[in-house]
């Protein structure tokens, strides 16, 4: 696998957190409610991409799924989001570019993003921008460290992710570091997430598989 040069990644142990739901309005076939800390309208039907989904809702209480598992939520009730874990066995396949890189689609904290996917890299990281785009606030909840670049040493912060999903394998509580400048200009998918896959090669397919 072509490696991403010029930066060498630190790996900075952090505590997880624990994800929270709590539902503060509620309408015909809406809710409005904070998932850690975020407003955020749910519509039913619609599922957001760490599997919450509204089943109904009216001016009392709304049926939410998490996961899988549903339960009923009046207006005020709070509960909190349990980890959510790909089954075991779950393949993600990811063929190379004309140039030998290998791109996989995936979220981080349910937000889009496109990684280089990087064995050589320690850990997940990200740029200042991106995490900013992610509402990640890195100078504050983050861990102050440092990184190696091709521009020399800068400041990172090490932080903890609550969700990364790459096709159907998702995993919580996935270390990461923000570098503090414009490096990388994409998000590298580093081994704080990939060294808890199987990663096998079939020809020049990289197949991630969940433990």
């Known amino acids: 696998?072509?490696?991403?040069?010029g930066i060498v990644l630190l790996l900075i142990t952090l505590p997880a957190a624990a994800g929270r739901i709590d539902v503060v309005g509620?309408?015909?076939?809406?809710?409005?409610?904070?998932?850690?800390?975020?407003?955020?309208?749910l519509?039913?039907?619609e599922t957001r991409p760490d599997g919450i989904r509204l089943i109904s809702a009216d001016s009392k209480e709304a049926v939410i799924e998490i996961d899988g598992k549903r339960a009923t939520y009046?207006?005020?009730?709070?509960?909190?989001?349990?980890?959510?874990?790909?089954?075991?066995?779950?393949?993600?396949?990811?063929?190379?570019?004309?140039?030998?890189?290998?791109?996989?689609?995936?979220?981080?904290?349910?937000?889009?993003?496109?990684?280089?996917?990087?064995?050589?890299a320690t850990t997940l990281?990200?740029?200042?921008?991106?995490?900013r785009r992610l509402g990640i606030d890195y100078r504050v909840d983050g861990k102050p460290g440092?990184?190696?670049?091709?521009?020399?040493i800068v400041?990172?912060?090490?932080?903890?992710?609550?969700?990364?999903?790459?096709?159907?394998?998702?995993?919580?509580d996935v270390e990461a570091i923000v570098i503090d400048g414009d490096s990388p200009s994409e998000p590298l998918l580093?081994?704080?997430?990939?060294?808890?896959?199987?990663?096998?090669?079939?020809d020049k397919i990289l197949q991630l598989i969940k433990k």
């Open 43 to 45: 519509k039913v039907g």
């Open 190 to 202: 580093g081994n704080s997430f990939l060294g808890r896959l199987d990663i096998k090669r079939s």
């Open 146 to 152: 440092t990184a190696q670049t091709a521009s020399g």
């Open 155 to 172: 400041r990172a912060y090490g932080v903890t992710l609550k969700k990364v999903t790459v096709g159907d394998i998702a995993l919580n």
């Open 74 to 120: 009046p207006l005020g009730s709070h509960s909190s989001i349990p980890a959510m874990t790909a089954p075991r066995g779950t393949m993600v396949q990811i063929g190379p570019d004309s140039q030998g890189m290998y791109f996989a689609d995936g979220t981080i904290n349910g937000y889009a993003v496109r990684f280089v996917v990087d064995t050589g």
């Open 26 to 41: 509620l309408f015909k076939d809406r809710a409005v409610v904070e998932i850690d800390g975020r407003t955020e309208v």
């Open 125 to 131: 990281a990200l740029n200042r921008q991106t995490a």
């Open 1 to 5: 696998m072509r490696h991403v040069p």
